[in-house]
């Protein structure tokens, strides 16, 4: 009798080991980060003394940027759970915001340094605006468009995000450069405050509209009856996609986000995981302006980096977002971050700029302007009511392409 007590005690105790195991194993980006962390607050300080090899530069900068993906990829893995917890659209603006924070906090630490950079914001915006609405939404429609033909969204949703991306794009990267009360490609101070003001009350409109009044216009639309003419093998393939999501969406997906915690546990673990990224992105500054520096390479290129940074767990959702028919989920992605960028980035480095008498350059170029205005036009026709395609995501990848070639050969 007490063997077979002691059996089943073990066997009770087994899956406590297990689920302790998952929870660590779910959690390893969090444990890398704060590693990383105190490594480079301790004896760190000394590895970034001496930049004099180009290899322990590049060793260097290749941890930093791992474990700050890793992170990256944390802190969306627990947005997404709160996603799935609150529901559409709050999900995907939890997601959003966690993910333009990373931007605003590695921005911040950058301007705040020793040695700001007064273009490095402005690069890293009009990096964001380009990989969102080029790259990312050129992917994301090419994906769907393969797998499914033509994808459905919400048109006043989508169009909505348009509405206030386009002017606030236009008067935060292109105004700067053509006012003549400075000198160089900023705003005086007077016009700063009004813009950031501005910026930030037209961005929270937006979030109230999306959340309250026009909820319904940000959720994926259901097809009417007779509203498309399909084949009867399309008409198979979706049903069973859809019955594949449906059953997917009742269970709970731990291979996706790791071990379930509770909604209040996954927004303490977001704000933990966010924080190595935010403390980590100054030495990780230090090295790229250096590298780049030392390299030859083009100013721009940085803004590059840190867009690739922050982007990439969110590309990634966007991604699985069109391979599962749900473009709308890929849109509100896309678009959200192209309007966060601007509606809380800008704000928030005018008035750092402006308590702290740092200098800032927010004007483009020409050739940057006239991408800008080529990129907002062609998205404009790409949500303009009908179904997406194939063809739409690759007119977005010429323009990525292009960006990507004159950043080395302006």
Same mark, same amino acid.
């Given at each position: 009798?007490?063997?077979?007590?002691?059996?089943?005690?073990?066997?009770?105790?087994?899956?406590?080991? =297990?689920?302790?195991?998952?929870?660590? =194993?779910?959690?390893?980006?969090?444990?890398?980060?704060?590693?990383?962390?105190?490594?480079?607050?301790?004896?760190? +300080?000394? @590895?970034?003394?001496? #930049?004099?090899?180009?290899? @322990?530069?590049?060793?260097?900068?290749? @941890?930093?940027?791992?474990?700050?993906?890793?992170?990256?990829?944390?802190?969306? &893995?627990?947005? /997404?759970?709160?996603?799935?917890?609150?529901?559409?659209?709050?999900?995907?603006?939890?997601?959003?915001?966690?993910?333009?924070?990373?931007?605003?906090?590695?921005?911040?630490?950058?301007?705040?340094?020793?040695?700001?950079?007064?273009?490095?914001? &402005?690069?890293?915006? #009009?990096?964001?605006?380009?990989?969102?609405?080029?790259?990312m939404v050129g992917t994301v429609l090419a994906v769907g468009g393969l797998r499914y033909v033509q994808q459905q969204y919400n048109l006043q949703g989508a169009l909505a995000y348009l509405a206030v991306i386009t002017p606030l794009a236009f008067i935060a990267l292109v105004l700067p450069t053509f006012t003549e009360s400075t000198s160089g490609p900023t705003l005086q101070t007077q016009q700063a405050i009004v813009f950031g003001t501005l910026t930030a009350l037209l961005y929270g409109a937006f *979030?109230?509209?999306?959340?309250? =009044?026009?909820?319904?216009?940000?959720?994926?639309? +259901?097809?009417?009856?007779?509203?498309?003419?399909?084949? +009867?093998?399309?008409?198979?393939?979706?049903?069973?996609?859809?019955?594949?999501?449906?059953?997917?969406?009742?269970?709970?997906? %731990?291979?996706?986000?790791?071990?379930?915690?509770?909604?209040?546990?996954?927004?303490?673990?977001?704000?933990?995981? %966010?924080?190595?990224?935010?403390?980590?992105? +100054?030495?990780?500054?230090?090295?790229?302006?250096?590298?780049?520096?030392?390299?030859?390479?083009?100013?721009?290129?940085?803004?590059?980096?840190?867009?690739?940074?922050?982007?990439?767990?969110?590309?990634?959702?966007?991604?699985?977002? !069109?391979? &599962? /028919?749900?473009?709308?989920? !890929?849109?509100?992605?896309?678009?959200?971050? !192209?309007?966060?960028?601007?509606?809380?980035?800008?704000?928030?480095?005018?008035?750092?700029?402006?308590?702290?008498?740092?200098?800032?350059? *927010?004007?483009?170029?020409? $050739?940057?302007?006239?991408? *800008?205005?080529?990129?907002? #036009?062609?998205?404009?026709?790409?949500?303009?009511?009908?179904?997406?395609?194939?063809?739409?995501?690759?007119?977005?990848? $010429?323009?990525?392409?292009?960006?990507?070639?004159?950043? #080395?050969?302006?």
């Amino acid at each position: 009798m007490p063997k077979a007590a002691d059996t089943k005690d073990q066997d009770s105790a087994a899956p406590a080991r =297990r689920s302790i195991l998952d929870v660590l =194993r779910g959690e390893l980006g969090l444990i890398s980060g704060v590693i990383t962390t105190v490594l480079f607050f301790t004896v760190g +300080k000394e @590895w970034l003394a001496d #930049f004099s090899s180009l290899t @322990w530069l590049g060793l260097m900068f290749s @941890w930093l940027f791992g474990v700050m993906i890793w992170c990256a990829f944390g802190v969306v &893995r627990h947005a /997404d759970a709160l996603a799935e917890i609150l529901g559409e659209p709050y999900g995907t603006l939890i997601l959003t915001i966690s993910v333009i924070s990373i931007e605003v906090t590695i921005l911040a630490t950058v301007m705040l340094g020793n040695t700001p950079n007064p273009t490095l914001p &402005r690069e890293t915006m #009009f990096a964001i605006l380009m990989i969102v609405l080029n790259g990312m939404v050129g992917t994301v429609l090419a994906v769907g468009g393969l797998r499914y033909v033509q994808q459905q969204y919400n048109l006043q949703g989508a169009l909505a995000y348009l509405a206030v991306i386009t002017p606030l794009a236009f008067i935060a990267l292109v105004l700067p450069t053509f006012t003549e009360s400075t000198s160089g490609p900023t705003l005086q101070t007077q016009q700063a405050i009004v813009f950031g003001t501005l910026t930030a009350l037209l961005y929270g409109a937006f *979030l109230t509209i999306q959340t309250t =009044r026009h909820r319904t216009f940000f959720l994926q639309p +259901k097809l009417a009856g007779g509203s498309q003419v399909q084949s +009867k093998t399309e008409e198979r393939r979706r049903a069973e996609t859809e019955g594949q999501a449906d059953s997917e969406a009742a269970m709970p997906d %731990l291979h996706h986000h790791g071990p379930a915690y509770s909604g209040s546990v996954h927004a303490v673990l977001l704000l933990a995981t %966010l924080l190595p990224v935010v403390l980590l992105s +100054k030495p990780l500054a230090t090295l790229l302006d250096h590298g780049i520096e030392e390299l030859g390479l083009p100013n721009a290129l940085g803004g590059v980096v840190i867009a690739m940074l922050i982007l990439s767990p969110e590309w990634t959702a966007a991604l699985q977002s !069109a391979m &599962r /028919d749900q473009l709308q989920r !890929a849109v509100n992605l896309s678009l959200g971050s !192209a309007l966060s960028t601007i509606g809380l980035t800008v704000p928030v480095m005018l008035a750092i700029s402006l308590f702290t008498g740092t200098p800032l350059n *927010l004007g483009l170029n020409s $050739v940057d302007i006239v991408l *800008l205005s080529v990129t907002l #036009f062609v998205c404009h026709i790409t949500f303009s009511g009908a179904p997406t395609n194939i063809l739409l995501g690759f007119v977005h990848l $010429v323009l990525f392409g292009t960006y990507l070639l004159l950043i #080395f050969k302006p």
